[in-house]
């Protein structure tokens, strides 16, 4: 790897513990979000490269990584690459915000989460275990957890060291070998983390890092015969194309995807609160998550004063570099992010609803994928703005009148990823919450991200779960083993 005073480059894949030219020579040029320049060139894997790592993850599988070391040492291992994490955070949090446009101290925290999810799956490496299962006295059955194999994990381009630990932790503590491909436009993170995998001291092709194009390396890794499960966090449309081609092969899948996800306000809700959370949770990372909380529905006698709080607030957030320690928000990450962030703005003003702030480029900010947070009050509820996923800081804000409308409300949209609701009555909050059709619902509080709660989506937001220790059964095989323990002669049936 080399670096040159004017630009990053990354030349090199890391493939079987080895960093190694691309096959096609190719670079991908990395812009940095708030200058609109390119800071970084990165290699790029086409299908040649992509059938080395996988071939360098099975042979791991039959080395030493599964012979040799055990779940104790796998925990280790993962607890040594936890450390360099928390080491190297603002390091690495300078790199991704350069990358992806997130303010530096978002991309620390990010950081520091990856480093949780590697300790808390570091102490699952030990505990996952089969069961013996009762047959009666004449023989002995029990249950394996065995590994699923090489693990293909495509990633996303808003938070890649913290959705990679997402993947890479569980799966590693399962005892399985991974080729990771990161988002072609947030390519460079990927490689730094490879570097902490290798001083960890993961043995040879356990992890294998191929950034490229998704219809390139991406559909090499989906369809490769040798990848025995794929993970994926992005676009739903996406994860229908992988699901589709992993038929060929019946991979294992499990898919996080996008969300428009709900956030109930009942009038007898601590508001105060409740606003507070709503900033956060519509406009964090300029955005730019698929459990946002971008559809905010207010009980009407709280309704107008929330409304008017609500943009109030949003109005006051500080959208600049990602450098600056003041900054709230930063760019999207892509001009074509943008241009999809400004078509909904105009949307929402050519249909007519109440535009209360935003809407434009931020002061002061000439260069870069700027856009100010922007807040539509009286959304149609069945309108494009209510119904799809904008990933921009972008929020749809509706009243309703009766409980049962906020739930028919909230569960009318094809995802299911996260939900919210803010109440001062137990009962409500209880009857509700079971209500909502999303993989996560929180209840005076929005989207409590932890490594021991699992996390996943209903209908179009997703296949399986991550997270908890129910993401282990994604990672393993179960295997049924039956002993025959008797000392008769076995039946004959065909014996007259």
Request: a neutral charge; aromatic letters at 8%.
């Amino acid at each position: 790897m080399t670096e040159t005073a004017q630009m990053r480059r990354y030349d090199r894949l890391y493939i079987g513990s080895e960093w190694v030219e691309p096959h096609s020579g190719r670079v991908i040029r990395s812009i940095d979000p708030s200058t609109e320049a390119v800071w970084a060139e990165v290699a790029e894997a086409d299908e040649q490269d992509v059938d080395a790592a996988v071939a360098a993850a099975r042979a791991a599988m039959t080395g030493p990584w599964r012979t040799k070391i055990t779940p104790t040492q796998r925990g280790a291992l993962l607890l040594k690459l936890a450390e360099l994490l928390r080491r190297d955070a603002d390091r690495l949090a300078a790199i991704e915000s350069r990358d992806n446009g997130k303010p530096v101290r978002d991309t620390r925290g990010e950081m520091l989460r990856a480093a949780d999810w590697f300790t808390f799956f570091a102490g699952a490496a030990d505990k996952i275990r089969g069961a013996e299962v009762p047959v009666g006295a004449s023989a002995h059955a029990y249950t394996r957890r065995q590994p699923v194999g090489v693990v293909g994990a495509i990633l996303p381009w808003n938070s890649p060291i913290s959705l990679s630990s997402w993947k890479l932790a569980p799966a590693l503590a399962a005892g399985n070998t991974v080729v990771l491909k990161p988002a072609e436009l947030t390519p460079a993170s990927a490689l730094e983390l490879a570097k902490l995998i290798e001083e960890a001291g993961f043995p040879p092709g356990v992890v294998n890092v191929v950034p490229g194009f998704g219809p390139v390396a991406g559909q090499a890794l989906v369809a490769h015969p040798g990848v025995n499960k794929i993970t994926f966090t992005g676009e739903h449309r996406t994860a229908q194309k992988i699901m589709a081609t992993a038929a060929g092969t019946l991979k294992r899948v499990s898919f996080e995807c996008g969300g428009k996800s709900p956030y109930l306000v009942f009038a007898d809700a601590d508001l105060d609160r409740a606003l507070t959370v709503a900033v956060h949770s519509a406009f964090r990372s300029t955005g730019q998550s698929c459990s946002l909380a971008s559809r905010v529905f207010v009980e009407r006698p709280a309704y107008e004063e929330f409304t008017k709080n609500l943009a109030d607030r949003a109005s006051r957030i500080r959208v600049g570099l990602p450098t600056d320690p003041r900054t709230h928000i930063g760019p999207h990450t892509s001009a074509e992010q943008l241009a999809k962030t400004r078509s909904y703005i105009d949307y929402g003003k050519e249909a007519g609803f109440r535009l209360l702030t935003g809407g434009g480029r931020p002061a002061g900010l000439d260069r870069g994928y700027f856009v100010e947070p922007t807040v539509f009050a009286d959304v149609d509820p069945a309108s494009r703005l209510a119904q799809e996923e904008v990933f921009g800081p972008v929020l749809a804000v509706m009243p309703f009148d009766t409980e049962a409308e906020a739930v028919a409300m909230a569960n009318d949209t094809r995802y299911g990823l996260v939900g919210g609701l803010w109440t001062s009555d137990v009962s409500r909050a209880h009857r509700v919450a079971a209500q909502i059709e999303t993989g996560l619902v929180s209840v005076n509080t929005f989207r409590p991200i932890l490594p021991a709660l699992p996390y996943g989506g209903f209908k179009m937001s997703g296949i399986g779960r991550e997270n908890g220790l129910e993401v282990l059964d994604a990672y393993t095989e179960t295997k049924a083993v039956y002993v025959d323990l008797s000392t008769t002669d076995p039946a004959d049936p065909f014996r007259d």
